[in-house]
């Protein structure tokens, strides 16, 4: 709050109206952001967020409405006199060529030349380090973009809209991609450029980092803006109501439950990753019914080569697995979707969906073989867009149409149909990767109620995911997963973030 | 002995030099994310009219330069078709493949009273070799030296133009924007760099490559223009771009097998030994199928390539 300049408006965007076709995207947005500050955008997907924001950067032309960068009107046809103006922008999806170096990335488009367009890469590392130093955003220059992490990467997009003297930073989503260690360490950079001046937009549906960072907040709900309050004066709550339109609670009612018999056992398991390397190392748990076991850890330490070897998808190399007292330890996926384990797996368009499918067709994926939906080798239509029309009634799908192909829904009715499609199979154990992975506050609530209501069918469940909130609000028990090995479990009754985030970070007591 | 092996590699040169530019025509194409499976039309196209305009003009240098604007205008298409209108780059390029010969032949009928075959060059007429009258002062023409490096200038040219197109690629400022369009298109797109502009200075250069490739065929290894003097040399030489890594040194060394195997074709179609002269010319077509087995897997081509590139969305 302290470094923001409320006499000058660096950017105001008045009016702003976007159609695309018949949708209108953007509905008379009006937004203001004063030197120095943190705004954060905060809306739900498809909220029309993003697109304000690549109006913003030249992306897209408004259909309506004014743009005014530090007072003095600008119309914003390209990228380029976005950047002219001062303005970067973050792009969820990074926009890094994957085998330049971290100096040739930065460059790219302003690159420094000698005499008939030769590079001077000497010149452009050097500028790139005092860069670096000058807004702690330390990077290896020379490193190769595909060879490190995801957080060194986004450092380096924020470095090249700093080279090319942006003062006013887009960031889109910025956490989706990070692990909780890297977020903290952008909320430092984050603070660290205000301090230098520059304004930072943030794009968001993370209410916890809209209170830590943001000055203010500017809500979106289907393309109109709702309000713009200062952060320090809302509570998350009140914002999560401004953003869905409605009350919605974080804190999942839950009856209180007794658990019952073993459902999953492994024992011993050890599973290569694509590498070669020993992703899970003799790793053991134990699943019952009517419990969510929820296993918290930071990305990359075996949580999808463990899921991966439950459900038959990568070899075991040693260990066993058991469900409900029969070895699986080496059956084929469809033998163990046949022992009542459903999956809503971790990457929904690639594993859980045939995107060009219809949503009929999505729905039986497993099933198509047995009757009604075909008998002798022959589908049954009918019977399974029948079946579907159940479903997307059921689980509110939308929109209504089961011969949509799924590509056309969105990630929240995407996951849906999943849920739907495995649970309706009657499991006696869900494993569920990542459930909520960009997902908005509805859509959250709606797949955490699925997980409650399974629990309370006395059925197993299986909850990996890398939000350690959502293993808090949901679990019943918490595995603390590290270096493909559980390093302890707890009752999430009694758990504790900070315990809990050591615990994934290798119990390092000195922290 | 020495003298076979030394007309093996100076055949070998020979012969790898149309594939040399062709393949550079491919790693420019492709480093720009445009897959250009039209070279082999190009490249029949500018052996066509590098000896048209050799036997009419009589000037070597003009026929070549002449035959890489046709393969450039030809690519010009493609560049069309699949940078502007988004088509299928491999579709468009089956299309040229089939343009290519076929306006060869065309023009072919229409200038040299119907016959598909050109007229023979005056062998003065032929690109010169320019380092004839030392070897010759030194009286050392049917020496093993000479034999290696007494080429046709199209052969130093075409190392020199390797060299050049890796230093174009990564030590300049264009060079470094056109892999990254061929990369990452968007990303490009985001900083500024027109997309479209570079991809189609680089499917136009291909072609030109290409043309120049199908020149040096027609205006130095022989001495006219036939239907089958290109047969399948264009899709060899985009084997030998995949096979060299997308990478105009690959690209080269690449070309230097595949030449090796034609120099030796035309060693054994010239001794005594009795292999039937059909097999023998399928040797750098199977060397070819081979080698691509064997290595693709682990080359790693530019992720735009093939993906046409539209504006806006996301």
């Not at chain 1, 450029?193 to 709900?221: F, N, P, S, W």
């Not at chain 2, 003298?3 to 720009?32: C, F, H, K, R």
């Not at chain 2, 502009?197 to 130095?220: D, E, K, N, T, W």
């Not at chain 2, 690209?251 to 179609?269: D, E, H, N, P, Y």
């Amino acid at each position: 709050m302290q470094h923001i300049d409320f006499k000058s408006k660096v950017v105001e965007m008045k009016n702003i109206t976007k159609v695309f076709g018949n949708v209108t995207a953007n509905d008379q947005i009006h937004l203001t952001v004063h030197k120095g500050e943190v705004h954060a955008l905060l809306g739900e997907n498809g909220a029309g967020k993003s697109t304000l924001m690549n109006i913003l950067y030249g992306l897209y032309r408004p259909t309506r409405g004014e743009i005014y960068i530090n007072g003095k009107k600008t119309d914003i046809a390209t990228p380029n006199i976005a950047i002219q103006q001062g303005i970067g922008m973050v792009h969820q999806h990074f926009m890094l060529v994957e085998p330049f170096t971290v100096v040739e990335n930065i460059v790219l488009g302003r690159e420094t030349t000698n005499f008939g367009g030769v590079l001077d890469m000497k010149k452009a590392t050097e500028d790139v380090i005092s860069l670096s130093e000058q807004y702690g955003l330390y990077v290896d220059p020379n490193a190769k973009v595909e060879d490190i992490t995801v957080g060194m990467q986004q450092r380096v997009e924020i470095l090249k809209a700093l080279y090319r003297g942006a003062d006013i930073l887009i960031l889109d989503e910025p956490t989706a991609v990070l692990t909780p260690q890297e977020i903290r360490e952008l909320i430092e950079i984050i603070r660290n450029l205000t301090k230098e001046g520059k304004t930072i937009i943030l794009i968001t549906h993370k209410l916890k980092e809209i209170k830590q960072v943001a000055d203010y907040c500017t809500i979106i709900r289907r393309g109109r803006h709702i309000d713009t309050v200062d952060v320090s004066a809302v509570t998350e709550e009140e914002l999560a109501a401004k953003m869905v339109g409605r009350e919605v609670s974080f804190d999942i009612e839950k009856k209180e439950k007794e658990r019952g018999k073993v459902v999953l056992q492994i024992e011993g398991l050890t599973v290569k990753d694509n590498r070669g390397i020993e992703a899970v190392k003799g790793l053991s748990l134990e699943v019952y019914e009517g419990e969510i076991l929820g296993v918290a850890g930071i990305d990359g330490n075996g949580q999808s080569e463990l899921i991966e070897a439950i459900t038959g998808l990568r070899p075991i190399e040693a260990g066993r697995v058991k469900m409900n007292g029969k070895d699986i330890t080496h059956c084929k996926p469809k033998e163990i979707i046949d022992s009542k384990i459903s999956t809503i797996p971790e990457d929904r368009q690639k594993r859980g969906l045939v995107l060009d499918f219809s949503v009929a067709e999505n729905m039986v994926l497993e099933n198509y073989a047995k009757e009604p939906f075909s008998k002798k080798g022959i589908l049954n239509h009918g019977e399974i867009s029948q079946f579907s029309k159940e479903l997307i009634q059921t689980f509110d799908i939308r929109p209504k149409e089961e011969t949509l192909k799924a590509r056309i829904l969105s990630g929240g009715n995407q996951q849906k149909a999943i849920i739907a499609r495995e649970i309706t199979n009657d499991p006696d154990l869900l494993i569920t990767a990542q459930p909520t992975r960009g997902l908005d506050i509805g859509a959250i609530e709606y797949v955490h109620r699925a997980l409650v209501e399974q629990r309370d069918k006395n059925r197993a469940v299986l909850l990996v995911s890398l939000e350690l909130d959502e293993i808090m609000n949901v679990s019943d028990r918490i595995a603390v997963i590290y270096e493909g090995s559980i390093v302890g479990i707890v009752d999430a009754k009694e758990a504790d973030e900070n315990r809990l985030g050591l615990m994934m970070a290798g119990g390092g007591a000195e922290e | 002995m020495l003298d076979n092996i030394g007309i093996i590699i100076g055949i070998t040169l020979m012969y790898a030099t149309p594939l040399i530019y062709t393949a550079l025509g491919g790693v420019i194409s492709e480093n720009s994310g445009v897959v250009n499976i039209g070279l082999e039309g190009m490249m029949t196209l500018g052996a066509f009219v590098g000896a048209a305009v050799g036997y009419y003009m009589g000037n070597p240098w003009i026929a070549f330069l002449a035959a890489g604007a046709a393969g450039g205008l030809l690519a010009l298409c493609h560049a069309i078709a699949s940078v502007t209108f988004n088509a299928q780059q491999v579709v468009s390029g089956i299309a040229i493949n089939f343009i290519g010969p076929g306006l060869a032949m065309f023009l072919s009928r229409l200038f040299f009273k119907g016959a598909t075959m050109t007229k023979a060059i005056d062998i003065n007429h032929k690109i010169p070799k320019p380092l004839d009258p030392i070897f010759e002062g030194l009286s050392l023409q049917d020496s093993f030296l000479a034999q290696i490096f007494n080429q046709y200038a199209t052969v130093y040219i075409a190392f020199l133009l390797v060299f050049a197109m890796w230093f174009v690629m990564y030590k300049t400022r264009f060079g470094m924007r056109l892999r990254a369009v061929g990369e990452h298109p968007r990303a490009a797109d985001t900083l500024g760099i027109n997309v479209y502009r570079i991809r189609y200075i680089c499917v136009i250069l291909s072609g030109v490559f290409a043309g120049l490739g199908g020149a040096a065929m027609s205006l130095a290894v022989v001495s006219l223009f036939s239907p089958t003097l290109i047969s399948g040399q264009g899709f060899i030489a985009l084997a030998a771009m995949i096979f060299g890594n997308w990478k105009p040194q690959g690209a080269m060394g690449a070309c230097l097998l595949f030449g090796a195997a034609q120099g030796l074709v035309v060693f054994l179609g010239g001794t005594s030994i009795r292999v039937p002269s059909q097999l023998l010319s399928m040797l750098p077509y199977l060397i070819t199928l081979i080698v691509l087995a064997v290595f693709v897997g682990r080359s790693r081509m530019p992720k735009a390539d093939g993906i046409p590139y539209e504006k806006g969305g996301g």
